[in-house]
T-cell receptor, first 114, second 109 residues
Framework: DAGVIQSPRHEVTEMGQEVTLRCKPI?????LFWYRQTMMRGLELLIY????????DSGMPEDRFSAKMPNASFSTLKIQPSEPRDSAVYFC????????????FGSGTRLTVV | GQQLNQSPQSMFIQEGEDVSMNCTSS?????WLWYKQDPGEGPVLLIA?????ELTSNGRLTAQFGITRKDSFLNISASIPSDVGIYFC?????????FGTGTSLTVIP
Protein backbone atom coordinates (compact mmCIF):
# COMPACT_ATOMS: atom_id res chain seq x y z
CA ASP A 1 0.00 0.00 0.00
CA ALA A 2 1.49 3.32 -1.07
CA GLY A 3 -0.25 5.30 1.64
CA VAL A 4 -1.78 8.72 1.13
CA ILE A 5 0.03 10.47 -1.70
CA GLN A 6 0.24 14.24 -1.89
CA SER A 7 1.74 16.42 -4.55
CA PRO A 8 3.66 18.56 -4.85
CA ARG A 9 5.83 18.17 -1.73
CA HIS A 10 6.91 21.79 -1.92
CA GLU A 11 5.34 24.75 -3.67
CA VAL A 12 6.65 28.28 -3.83
CA THR A 13 4.42 30.78 -5.53
CA GLU A 14 3.92 34.50 -5.80
CA MET A 15 1.10 36.27 -4.07
CA GLY A 16 -2.00 36.36 -6.24
CA GLN A 17 -1.25 33.15 -8.09
CA GLU A 18 -3.52 30.13 -8.07
CA VAL A 19 -2.26 27.10 -6.17
CA THR A 20 -3.59 23.56 -6.51
CA LEU A 21 -2.67 20.84 -4.04
CA ARG A 22 -3.41 17.22 -4.86
CA CYS A 23 -4.16 14.13 -2.82
CA LYS A 24 -4.67 10.46 -3.57
CA PRO A 25 -6.17 8.63 -0.59
CA ILE A 26 -5.55 5.02 0.31
CA UNK A 27 -7.59 2.68 -1.83
CA UNK A 28 -10.72 1.63 0.03
CA UNK A 29 -10.74 4.64 2.33
CA UNK A 30 -13.92 6.60 1.77
CA UNK A 31 -13.32 9.58 4.06
CA LEU A 32 -10.78 12.25 3.16
CA PHE A 33 -9.62 15.21 5.20
CA TRP A 34 -7.61 18.33 4.41
CA TYR A 35 -5.65 19.88 7.26
CA ARG A 36 -3.43 22.94 7.49
CA GLN A 37 -0.54 23.07 9.95
CA THR A 38 1.16 26.23 11.17
CA MET A 39 3.30 26.99 14.17
CA MET A 40 0.72 29.40 15.50
CA ARG A 41 -2.43 27.32 15.15
CA GLY A 42 -1.22 23.73 14.95
CA LEU A 43 -3.33 21.29 12.93
CA GLU A 44 -6.55 22.83 11.63
CA LEU A 45 -9.22 20.82 9.85
CA LEU A 46 -10.20 22.63 6.67
CA ILE A 47 -12.72 20.27 5.08
CA TYR A 48 -13.62 16.62 4.93
CA UNK A 49 -15.40 14.37 2.47
CA UNK A 50 -17.35 11.16 2.94
CA UNK A 51 -17.85 9.13 -0.24
CA UNK A 52 -16.65 12.09 -2.33
CA UNK A 53 -19.25 14.43 -0.82
CA UNK A 54 -18.09 17.46 1.22
CA UNK A 55 -19.52 17.08 4.72
CA UNK A 56 -18.04 19.93 6.70
CA ASP A 57 -16.17 22.86 5.18
CA SER A 58 -16.53 25.17 8.16
CA GLY A 59 -12.78 25.19 8.58
CA MET A 60 -12.10 26.64 5.15
CA PRO A 61 -10.66 30.07 5.87
CA GLU A 62 -12.47 32.03 3.21
CA ASP A 63 -13.80 31.98 -0.31
CA ARG A 64 -10.31 31.89 -1.73
CA PHE A 65 -10.13 28.24 -0.67
CA SER A 66 -12.02 25.50 -2.45
CA ALA A 67 -11.79 21.71 -2.42
CA LYS A 68 -13.12 19.04 -4.71
CA MET A 69 -13.22 15.27 -4.77
CA PRO A 70 -14.33 14.22 -8.26
CA ASN A 71 -13.82 10.53 -7.52
CA ALA A 72 -12.80 8.17 -4.74
CA SER A 73 -9.12 8.31 -5.62
CA PHE A 74 -8.44 12.00 -6.05
CA SER A 75 -8.98 15.30 -4.29
CA THR A 76 -7.72 18.84 -4.82
CA LEU A 77 -7.42 21.87 -2.59
CA LYS A 78 -7.22 25.12 -4.50
CA ILE A 79 -6.28 28.58 -3.28
CA GLN A 80 -7.09 31.45 -5.60
CA PRO A 81 -5.67 34.04 -5.21
CA SER A 82 -2.96 32.98 -2.81
CA GLU A 83 -1.68 35.27 -0.04
CA PRO A 84 1.46 35.14 2.12
CA ARG A 85 -0.61 34.19 5.18
CA ASP A 86 -1.59 30.98 3.37
CA SER A 87 1.99 29.74 3.80
CA ALA A 88 1.75 26.51 5.77
CA VAL A 89 2.01 22.75 5.45
CA TYR A 90 -1.16 21.24 4.04
CA PHE A 91 -1.92 17.62 4.90
CA CYS A 92 -4.36 15.22 3.39
CA UNK A 93 -5.54 12.24 5.45
CA UNK A 94 -7.86 9.36 4.74
CA UNK A 95 -9.71 6.70 6.68
CA UNK A 96 -12.36 4.08 6.08
CA UNK A 97 -15.56 5.62 7.40
CA UNK A 98 -16.48 4.14 10.75
CA UNK A 99 -13.00 2.83 11.44
CA UNK A 100 -11.54 3.71 14.80
CA UNK A 101 -7.86 3.16 14.14
CA UNK A 102 -7.15 6.74 13.13
CA UNK A 103 -6.31 8.67 10.03
CA UNK A 104 -3.44 7.92 7.72
CA PHE A 105 -1.74 11.16 6.78
CA GLY A 106 0.14 12.04 3.64
CA SER A 107 3.57 13.61 3.80
CA GLY A 108 2.14 17.07 3.24
CA THR A 109 2.68 19.94 0.85
CA ARG A 110 4.77 22.80 2.16
CA LEU A 111 3.37 25.96 0.59
CA THR A 112 5.26 29.22 0.60
CA VAL A 113 3.59 32.30 -0.81
CA VAL A 114 5.97 35.20 -1.36
CA GLY B 1 -14.62 23.37 18.76
CA GLN B 2 -13.11 20.96 21.20
CA GLN B 3 -9.86 21.95 22.85
CA LEU B 4 -7.24 19.37 23.69
CA ASN B 5 -4.43 20.70 25.83
CA GLN B 6 -1.12 18.91 25.70
CA SER B 7 1.68 19.33 28.16
CA PRO B 8 4.44 19.97 28.21
CA GLN B 9 4.65 22.05 25.06
CA SER B 10 8.28 21.06 24.57
CA MET B 11 10.83 18.81 26.21
CA PHE B 12 14.60 18.57 26.05
CA ILE B 13 15.92 15.33 27.52
CA GLN B 14 19.07 13.26 27.59
CA GLU B 15 19.21 10.03 25.65
CA GLY B 16 18.16 7.16 27.89
CA GLU B 17 15.74 9.16 29.99
CA ASP B 18 12.06 8.36 30.23
CA VAL B 19 9.47 10.81 28.87
CA SER B 20 5.94 11.53 30.00
CA MET B 21 3.39 13.74 28.33
CA ASN B 22 -0.32 14.14 28.68
CA CYS B 23 -3.40 15.44 27.00
CA THR B 24 -6.49 16.81 28.71
CA SER B 25 -9.89 17.92 27.56
CA SER B 26 -13.01 19.41 29.02
CA UNK B 27 -15.03 16.89 27.02
CA UNK B 28 -15.33 13.12 26.98
CA UNK B 29 -13.89 11.12 24.12
CA UNK B 30 -14.62 7.58 23.00
CA UNK B 31 -11.19 6.99 21.52
CA TRP B 32 -7.78 8.47 22.15
CA LEU B 33 -4.95 8.35 19.66
CA TRP B 34 -1.30 9.29 19.83
CA TYR B 35 0.60 10.37 16.73
CA LYS B 36 4.23 11.23 16.08
CA GLN B 37 5.32 13.69 13.43
CA ASP B 38 8.88 13.54 12.17
CA PRO B 39 10.34 16.72 10.68
CA GLY B 40 9.04 17.24 7.15
CA GLU B 41 6.55 14.39 7.34
CA GLY B 42 2.92 13.84 8.22
CA PRO B 43 1.82 12.49 11.60
CA VAL B 44 2.00 8.72 12.00
CA LEU B 45 -0.27 6.79 14.33
CA LEU B 46 1.55 5.27 17.30
CA ILE B 47 -1.12 3.96 19.64
CA ALA B 48 -4.92 3.84 19.74
CA UNK B 49 -6.95 3.52 22.95
CA UNK B 50 -10.58 2.48 22.93
CA UNK B 51 -11.86 2.33 26.48
CA UNK B 52 -11.46 4.10 29.77
CA UNK B 53 -8.61 2.79 31.87
CA GLU B 54 -7.01 0.95 28.95
CA LEU B 55 -3.24 0.72 29.05
CA THR B 56 -1.55 -0.14 25.76
CA SER B 57 2.10 -0.57 24.83
CA ASN B 58 3.93 -0.36 21.54
CA GLY B 59 7.57 -1.16 22.11
CA ARG B 60 9.02 1.51 24.38
CA LEU B 61 5.79 3.49 24.21
CA THR B 62 2.96 3.10 26.69
CA ALA B 63 -0.28 5.06 26.59
CA GLN B 64 -3.28 5.14 28.88
CA PHE B 65 -6.88 6.17 28.37
CA GLY B 66 -7.86 8.12 31.48
CA ILE B 67 -10.65 6.82 33.69
CA THR B 68 -12.62 10.04 33.29
CA ARG B 69 -12.31 9.71 29.48
CA LYS B 70 -11.13 13.31 29.44
CA ASP B 71 -7.42 12.64 29.40
CA SER B 72 -4.68 10.41 28.11
CA PHE B 73 -1.01 9.88 28.84
CA LEU B 74 1.95 8.79 26.76
CA ASN B 75 5.20 7.51 28.20
CA ILE B 76 8.39 6.75 26.31
CA SER B 77 10.99 4.70 28.11
CA ALA B 78 14.74 4.80 27.51
CA SER B 79 14.55 7.55 24.89
CA ILE B 80 16.78 7.40 21.81
CA PRO B 81 17.69 10.14 19.31
CA SER B 82 15.13 8.95 16.74
CA ASP B 83 12.34 9.69 19.22
CA VAL B 84 12.75 13.35 18.32
CA GLY B 85 9.65 14.88 16.80
CA ILE B 86 6.27 16.31 17.69
CA TYR B 87 3.79 14.10 19.50
CA PHE B 88 0.10 14.79 19.04
CA CYS B 89 -2.82 13.41 20.93
CA UNK B 90 -6.18 13.15 19.22
CA UNK B 91 -9.60 12.46 20.63
CA UNK B 92 -12.51 11.01 18.72
CA UNK B 93 -16.14 11.57 19.50
CA UNK B 94 -18.72 10.55 16.96
CA UNK B 95 -17.08 11.07 13.60
CA UNK B 96 -15.02 14.03 14.72
CA UNK B 97 -11.28 14.03 15.35
CA UNK B 98 -9.76 16.71 17.56
CA PHE B 99 -6.00 17.16 17.74
CA GLY B 100 -3.95 18.43 20.63
CA THR B 101 -1.48 21.25 20.38
CA GLY B 102 1.52 18.94 20.27
CA THR B 103 4.56 18.22 22.43
CA SER B 104 7.91 18.81 20.79
CA LEU B 105 10.54 16.33 21.96
CA THR B 106 14.27 16.84 21.58
CA VAL B 107 16.61 14.04 22.63
CA ILE B 108 20.17 15.04 23.32
CA PRO B 109 22.66 12.24 22.56
Amino acid sequence: DAGVIQSPRHEVTEMGQEVTLRCKPISGHNSLFWYRQTMMRGLELLIYFNNNVPIDDSGMPEDRFSAKMPNASFSTLKIQPSEPRDSAVYFCASIKQGAVYGYTFGSGTRLTVV
Amino acid sequence: GQQLNQSPQSMFIQEGEDVSMNCTSSSIFNTWLWYKQDPGEGPVLLIALYKAGELTSNGRLTAQFGITRKDSFLNISASIPSDVGIYFCAGITGNQFYFGTGTSLTVIP
